[in-house]
């Protein structure tokens, strides 16, 4: 109960006793990680979908911004970032090394909140690596989207740099709906969101 409490998914009353909330009004990001997938497994396609729009709006601005404020320091970190990125060729080894580079995304763009919300979605990424391992077609997929990121970054251009991180994620999304929208009704095994 306290654990519910603590999630503002339930709330004490004092001569009423203890009330549901509705989560989409009173809870907060780490919901996510039990509204994604359910108890017996079931992908809500809905939930990650949201996720997925939500890294692109996000994953966006933290590079245009990443542009305005990076060090010197910070452009070596991305660079070596994407040459890790370009080494490797398994895919549950790219999705922490993806996720590492919007780590230092997110310390160039000089902001805490984003890296403060990407340390609650590295417990996701634990939890899903399995579900999103379907973003990639093949490891080398990804390397042109975030190579441009990264020279726009370096070249200071947070317009180029926002426009480039959007079309990442824009046709990861594509990807994973796709993944679950095939012929053999896979999507009709999955959950709705309440």
């Not at 306290?2 to 907060?28: P, S, W």
């Not at 542009?67 to 040459?83: C, F, G, P």
């Not at 490797?88 to 890296?115: C, M, Q």
């Not at 070249?155 to 926002?162: G, H, L, N, V």
């Amino acid at each position: 109960m306290n654990q519910l409490e603590q999630m503002h998914l339930i709330a004490r009353r004092a001569g009423v006793g203890t009330v549901v909330l509705d989560y989409g009004e009173h809870a907060g990001v780490e919901v996510v990680e039990y509204l994604a997938v359910s108890a017996d497994g079931v992908v809500d396609t809905k939930v990650l979908s949201d996720l997925l729009e939500f890294a692109r709006v996000l994953g966006a601005e933290i590079a245009g911004l990443a542009a305005e404020r990076r060090s010197e320091e910070d452009l070596n970190r991305l660079e070596m970032a994407v040459l890790k990125l370009k080494r490797e060729t398994g895919l549950s080894k790219l999705l922490w090394l993806d996720f590492e580079l919007h780590v230092a995304l997110a310390a160039a763009a000089d902001n805490l909140v984003p890296r403060l919300l990407l340390n609650g979605i590295r417990r996701l990424l634990e939890k899903y690596t399995p579900y999103l391992e379907s973003l990639w077609v093949s490891p080398g997929s990804i390397m042109s989207g975030y190579q441009d990121v990264v020279a726009a970054v370096g070249a200071r251009d947070a317009d180029r740099a926002r426009g480039l991180m959007r079309d990442v994620w824009t046709e990861r999304h594509a990807r994973f709906v796709a993944s679950f929208s095939d012929s053999t009704g896979a999507s009709s095994a999955v959950a709705n969101s309440p």
